[in-house]
């Protein structure tokens, strides 16, 4: 079997960034934002240059003009204010912590806060909310959060959805 070509991500200083909004917009379940920074961001992987200025974006489907704010903010001062602010959010870092259990998504992360849990520690003494496989997220919480893992794993995800989106650009998996 031969090697999967993966692209370079020449514009990283950008999409790790969008991707702090991305990770945000999950946890809030803001399904249109997730899919609009879900495609920009894979647009903006497999761009071939680096990107020096948001302008460069104007003529990509898929990137409109709040995600070309962004990067020119981000390409301005190197972060994104927004992201700053609502990552110190209690609220979004409450829920951010509840989607670490296997199995835990944005609608029940949110049924967890609005049921007044405010920490994993909360959500063992009162599991009955929790299904059978969310249970075992739960006992399994701290390995299953191991930072090296949880970014092998990501990393992983991320190159085959680059891979793919690459491949779907050019025509080859029958999908635009």
């Keep these: 079997m031969g090697k999967i070509e993966t692209a370079e991500n020449k514009n990283q200083h ?10 945000i917009y999950e946890s809030e379940n803001d399904r249109g934002r997730l899919l609009g920074y879900r495609r ?3 647009l ?6 680096k990107i020096e200025d948001a302008k460069e974006l104007v003529n990509i489907k898929g990137i409109g003009e709040k995600i070309r704010d962004k990067v020119c903010e981000i390409l301005r001062t190197g972060t994104l204010k927004r992201a700053i ?6 609220k979004i870092l409450i829920k951010q912590q509840f989607m670490k ?10 049924k967890l806060y609005n049921n007044g849990f405010r920490s994993i520690d909360d959500v063992r003494k009162n599991p ?6 969310q249970l075992i ?9 191991d930072k090296n893992d949880r970014k092998r794993l990501i990393k992983i995800v991320d190159n085959v959805r680059t891979v793919c989106l690459m491949y779907a650009n050019k025509g080859l998996l029958g999908v635009r």
């Design 137 to 145: 997220g739960l006992k399994c919480y701290e390995e299953s959060n």
């Design 85 to 90: 602010f609502l990552e110190q959010d209690e």
């Design 40 to 42: 920009a961001i894979n």
């Design 101 to 110: 259990i296997y199995g835990v998504g944005p609608s029940v992360a949110n």
């Design 44 to 49: 903006i992987k497999i761009h071939p240059t």
């Design 128 to 133: 009955g909310i929790l299904s059978q496989n």
């Design 14 to 23: 950008i999409t790790k960034e969008l991707e702090r909004l991305l990770n």
